[in-house]
């Protein structure tokens, strides 16, 4: 069976410091690993791992995949309230996309 | 590009009633859609993919006679929670899979039913 696994399920961070979020899976058929921030709503999307080794930045978010050890990071560095989300990461199997969400972790920014 | 929409957004209903959840792709065609379903503080649950003008694959647990799904064209599909109960209340989200994008899927902004 698909897993993947997150962790901490929950953190509390004050503005400003850097915050990583870990993500580990066991999936058969492995393609990808997606990053998502949900709020209120659906998730939306942070990025797209398929390569070990390769960051990937955006503002202050980055995230690398190690595909021989099986796990992902998220880091998000100067943290602000707005970055209060759950974060959510997922393994892409099979054919057309098929997604195994994680069980996402909690980050609450505090002033 | 790749938007998803769903509708109604938000729905109430009695128990015992059937609920009609729309799933739409506005601009591109999609072959696979997919649905979830997201109780308080947990993750997204996979319920079930649907192709075009085929049956849908759901997940082990989930009762393909209460959810049924059906997805008619490359831009709709539709889950219809049949007989709903209170228990059933969660938020309900759709994905579709757009072979010419990203290699991913794209969400739909959710549902939230509630039922008394």
């Known amino acids: 069976e698909d897993k993947v696994v997150q962790s901490p399920l929950s953190l509390v961070v004050h503005e400003g410091d850097t915050v990583t979020l870990n993500c580990s899976y066991e999936?058969?058929?492995?393609?990808?690993l997606l990053w998502y921030k949900q709020e209120k709503k659906a998730p939306t999307f942070l990025f797209m791992l398929?390569?070990?080794?390769i960051e990937k930045k955006s503002g202050r978010l980055s995230s690398i995949l190690d595909k021989k050890e099986l796990f992902s990071i998220l880091n998000i560095t100067a943290t602000q309230t707005g970055d209060s989300a759950v974060y959510l990461c997922?393994?892409?199997?099979?054919?057309?996309?098929?997604?195994?969400f994680g069980t996402g972790t909690r980050l609450q920014v505090t002033l | 590009g790749a938007v998803v929409s769903q509708h109604p957004s938000w729905v109430i209903c009695k128990s015992g009633t059937s609920v009609k959840i729309e799933c739409r792709s506005l601009?591109?065609?999609?072959?696979?859609m997919f649905w979830y379903r997201q109780f308080p503080k947990q993750s997204l649950m996979l319920m079930a993919t649907?192709?075009?003008?085929?049956?849908?694959?759901?997940e082990q647990g989930v009762e393909k006679d209460k959810f049924l799904i059906n997805h008619a064209s490359l831009t709709l599909s539709t889950l219809t929670v049949t007989s709903a109960h209170p228990e059933d209340s969660s938020f309900y989200i759709c994905?579709?899979?757009?072979?010419?994008?990203?290699?991913?899927?794209?969400f739909g902004p959710g549902t939230r039913l509630t039922v008394l």
């Open positions: 994905s579709a899979y757009w072979r010419g994008g990203a290699d991913t899927q794209y």
């Open positions: 398929t390569s070990s080794g």
């Open positions: 997922a393994a892409n199997t099979g054919t057309a996309s098929k997604l195994t």
């Open positions: 999936v058969t058929n492995f393609r990808s």
């Open positions: 649907s192709n075009e003008g085929s049956k849908a694959t759901y």
């Open positions: 601009d591109f065609q999609a072959t696979t």
